[in-house]
């Protein structure tokens, strides 16, 4: 992937003003730069690593080994998806090849493979679980119109969501969605329990609340629902790795005038008057009067901004932000191909608990990207 040389960080910080700077380099902050960029704006992205991307990082490891850092299938490419709105709006849609995902839920000694097209999951689903066939077919059947009531908030010259402002669009806009309405303050147990009983099918189909955090059938209703997605429309990776998707935006970022620095560490963002000015980095001083951070929150609050020059108020809220594990990654090399190229989300028969972190273990994902994608790969080692 692109990285930054010495000589280019001396030549970007001979201009020190620009009008916007983005701190860090994922895929939220460099699609920050690019709508922002093309609109003329000066914008800087500042970034600690030599890569560029985030959870969208594709690195390369001894034998010509690829791996993706983290994200291994992106949502929202649907007709009436933003990130596809997004990559059409910057002519960068067609410059990257989609492969679709496929997904596995294993419990124990138990596998099921999820087909691509949601009508037909539904109804492996209900020939599995006869006694929940009603309720099943009730629950695809509300999760789909749910999840294309929110998203038709997005449209191809608006890739952020409409508000509704005047007392008729609320009312409107309450006539069009009454399924997503009818969900939006549940949590996902509660939208299961109105359908679903069998403890193993609720399972089935709460296997990607990781996406969104560690809450379980806690997780909010209007965040699985959106998640659906990745059965109703599809989840796919960048052919070549995440890091591709990260590589086009940088290119279009400078296509625009936008500048990107790597191998940069934001020591500090520096304030006067109570407004923002600029960040202080280990290669020097850079200025703007706005500064989007990438990072993350309690990070960007407490350590670069510092709490002293917050309102008390706010301080309170940042210091009750309770980080949630995420995720842990373990990556390796086999020397023969991988059964699938299901992305497999698996159960353990009991769960674990880490011995040094005290964390609680009792699911993992596994996936094999050169399985769906033969181009992680070297050639040597083609299969």
Partial sequence: MDT????????IQANKMFDVIVIGSGIGGLAAAVELAATGLAVLVVEQHYLYGGACTTYTRRGGFKFDAGVESI???????????????HNLFDDIKWVRNTYQFRCGDNTYSIPADFGQWRDRLASL??????????????LKSAYFEMYDAFAADRITVLVPQTEEEIQNYAAAHPHFLRWRRSTWRELLDAFIKAPLLRSILSMLTGYVG???????ASSMIPIMG???EGGFRPEGGSGVLAAKLVERLRSYGGEVV??????????????????????????APVIISNADPRVTYEQLVGLENLPAVYGRKVKELTPSMSFFGWAASLDRPFYTAELISYVLPEPVRLEKSGQ????????????????????LHKW
Avoid: C, W
């Fill in 360 to 379: 609680l273990v009792s699911a993992l994902g596994i996936q094999s990207a050169s399985a769906a994608d033969p181009s992680p790969v070297p050639k």
């Fill in 262 to 287: 790597g191998s940069t560490k934001v020591q500090s963002i520096l304030m006067q008057g109570g407004r923002v000015k600029g960040v202080q980095t280990d290669k020097g001083t850079f200025y």
């Fill in 214 to 220: 560690d809450l379980g059938e806690e997780t909010p």
């Fill in 4 to 11: 930054m040389g010495n000589e280019q960080v001396e030549k």
């Fill in 129 to 142: 679980f006869p006694d929940e066939a009603a309720g099943i077919h009730k629950l695809f059947h509300e």
């Fill in 75 to 89: 949502s929202g490419l649907g007709q009436n998806g933003p990130v596809r709105h997004f990559l059409l709006k």
């Fill in 230 to 232: 990745y059965f109703i």
